[in-house]
């Protein structure tokens, strides 16, 4: 009778440890990012800076607009989208992008940030800019400010 009373108890213990595992967000770097509508970020590269008038090698770039709605480039292509945030938790809805074709390099960081739009599950902010993560906590990307004379 003890011993089973002993299993019974350890099962419940173990099942309201189950229940108060914590989030990955719990675990993230930076704060819930606020007050994202009317800000532009790009993201960080390790490409070379473009010089002042060469709009050809510059990085891609994320606009957050009136009712969440986010438009940018991808690299190549445009796109816009919607999202969802609540505190940390953040999703995008599928992104309309336009469909021009361009080097293998620049097709290829596209499709990684078409993949970062579709698996981002939290958005977080710190000094250094904005970290968008996977639902295992996986930084997938991280922007910064838009840097002043970019060209448009």
């Known amino acids: 009778m003890q011993k089973s009373f002993i299993a019974l108890l350890g099962a419940f213990v173990m099942a309201l440890t189950g229940c108060t595992e914590k989030s990955p967000a719990d675990n993230l770097t ?8 009317g800000t532009s970020w790009q993201l960080v590269t390790a490409q070379p800076a473009a010089k002042e008038g060469d709009c050809e ?3 891609p770039v994320m606009d957050f607009l009136e009712d969440s709605k ?3 480039n991808l690299g190549c292509n445009l796109f816009n989208t919607t999202y ?4 940390k938790n953040f ?5 309309a992008t336009t469909r021009r074709m361009c080097s293998p390099e620049a097709m290829k960081l596209e499709g990684q940030l078409l993949n970062m739009l579709q698996s981002t599950r939290y958005l977080t902010q710190n000094e250094k800019g904005l970290m968008f993560w996977d639902e295992n906590g996986k930084l997938l990307a991280q922007y910064e400010p838009e840097k002043a004379g970019q060209c448009q």
């Open 30 to 37: 930076g704060e819930a990012a606020k007050n994202l509508q």
């Open 57 to 59: 090698n510059l990085p």
């Open 70 to 72: 986010v438009a940018g």
């Open 84 to 87: 969802t945030q609540d505190g």
């Open 91 to 95: 999703s995008f809805a599928p992104a």
